[in-house]
């Protein structure tokens, strides 16, 4: 029995969530391989071998796999699956992007948002926004994972030695093709990887003075800028800040709820965080039912006052 974790990479270095999908790879038992699956992705797949519980990294390189196309990454992964008992993707855009047809060419139950491993075939997934827990058992003699990066560790980025086996890679599709991307420049650190996060709600009341009052206390702490939907849907925040069921799931160290109810959505995406602090003047507020920290009060005010004495 082994698994094979497919990392996410940019082709250089590799996506904090692989580290977190070795870990829940680690605990279904058995071997743990790496697929790097790119172009000119040497150093990507140099820099799986270092991750610690590595016993192998597959490293599939050709010009149709650089942008790491759906269609041609599931072939690639297809090629290899008989020889595995766990197939596992990190529980990103691109994963999920990949992980439903290498189930479907399978003719398997895809195995969604694991949060826990409790046993080789069995295990935990959030439901109905988190609010309630499945345990699930597959039968499925391969069993294909997406695993929600929030529910477990990241393993170390180094100390193991893992060797490196080059295979041909999976011919080209041509089913689709990359025409380009825009790629939104941040100088914060990445919001899903982010040991601090400091969110903004809809009580911000608008683009200008979320950003005249979140970004002093997000430059204080060096955190991350995160967004409610309904300061997304407002047009407050970009979407790319947003936080939520249907946003970002995270968490960080220290999240920081400026003006954000709690609603059930937002709840679903960050109640992991390690220690949370809530800033609000509605005591009844379901953003204090989880908080670790909560402070009644008007954010405009009292925000300032938390950046001045920081």
């Known amino acids: 029995m082994s698994a094979l974790v497919i990392a996410e990479h940019d082709n250089a270095s590799i996506k904090g969530a692989t580290l977190n999908t070795v870990t829940a790879a680690v605990a279904c038992g058995g071997e743990v391989h ?3 699956a790119g172009h000119n992705a040497a150093a990507a797949a140099a820099a799986a071998a270092q991750i610690a519980g590595v016993a192998k990294v597959i490293h599939a390189d050709s010009e149709g796999l650089a942008h790491g196309l759906a269609e041609n990454v599931a072939a690639q992964v297809l090629a290899l699956a008989s020889g595995y008992s766990h197939i596992l993707f990190p529980a990103t855009a691109a994963g999920k992007n990949v992980a439903p047809r290498v189930a479907a060419k399978l003719d398997v139950a895809q195995i969604s948002e694991i949060s826990k491993v ?11 926004a988190g609010n309630a827990i499945a345990t699930v058992q597959s039968t499925d003699a391969i069993k ?3 695993v929600r990066a929030t529910g477990f560790d ?3 980025a180094s100390g193991g030695s893992a060797a490196v086996e080059s295979i041909a890679a999976a011919a080209d599709r041509g089913q689709s093709s990359f025409k380009g991307s825009e790629i939104a420049k941040n100088d914060r650190p990445e919001l899903t ?5 400091v969110s903004g709600g809809r009580a911000l009341g608008s683009s200008e003075k979320f950003n005249e009052v979140m970004t002093p206390l997000a430059d204080k702490l060096g955190a991350a800028i995160g967004a409610s939907r309904a300061a997304v849907d407002a047009g407050y925040a970009a979407n790319d800040l947003q936080v939520g069921q249907t946003g970002k799931i995270v968490a960080p160290q220290l999240y920081v709820a400026c003006g954000i109810s709690g609603a059930i959505q937002h709840l679903a995406g960050m109640k992991d965080s390690k220690v949370i602090v809530a800033i609000n003047k509605d005591p009844e507020a379901p953003i204090f039912s989880v908080a670790d920290f909560g402070l ?4 405009f005010a009292a925000v300032p006052e938390l950046v001045n004495a920081l």
């Open 154 to 156: 990241a393993a170390a």
């Open 144 to 146: 294909v994972i997406t």
């Open 296 to 299: 009644e009060a008007d954010l």
């Open 118 to 128: 409790d046993s080789p075939d069995t295990f935990e997934r959030p439901i109905y």
């Open 193 to 197: 990887a982010a040991k601090i996060i």
């Open 34 to 36: 790496v697929l790097v």
